[in-house]
């Protein structure tokens, strides 16, 4: 069974950092793109960023190019998001995403739990 599970969200002021992993088993990771979504509340989830299967190449939100990272080791089937300058809208709870084929953001076949994110002012 695909499992997607991930981990680093928490507390933090604005302008601070945090780095989010998810940790994938259940597949042959390196065939898969990965994404990064999230949902604050009250909102419809929305696309953060995406990296390819090998991870030659990635792209961001408008909201988050700059300040974000996304990157992925296939050696330990695990997905980072770092996150720095945050600000209060970009709290949400964050998922991680898997997909045979890379559309960016959308066409994703699984999907993470969820970590939560809380930026305070």
């Known amino acids: 069974q695909v499992q997607l599970v991930e981990s680093g969200g928490g507390l933090v002021q604005a302008g601070g950092s945090l780095r989010l992993s998810c940790a994938a088993s259940?597949?042959?990771?390196?065939?898969?793109?990965m994404g990064w979504f999230r949902q604050g509340l009250g909102k419809e989830r929305e696309f953060v960023a995406a990296?390819?299967?090998?991870?030659?190449?990635?792209y961001y939100a408008d909201s988050v190019k700059g300040r974000f990272t996304i990157s992925r080791d296939n050696a330990r089937n695990t997905l980072y998001l770092q996150m720095n300058s945050l600000k209060p809208e970009d709290t949400a709870v964050y998922y991680c995403?898997?997909?045979?084929?890379?559309?960016?953001?959308?066409?994703?076949?699984?999907w993470g739990q969820g970590t939560q994110v809380t930026v305070s002012s």
């Open positions: 259940g597949l042959t990771f390196s065939r898969y793109a």
């Open positions: 995403a898997a997909g045979l084929v890379f559309e960016v953001s959308r066409g994703y076949d699984y």
């Open positions: 990296i390819g299967w090998s991870g030659g190449g990635t």
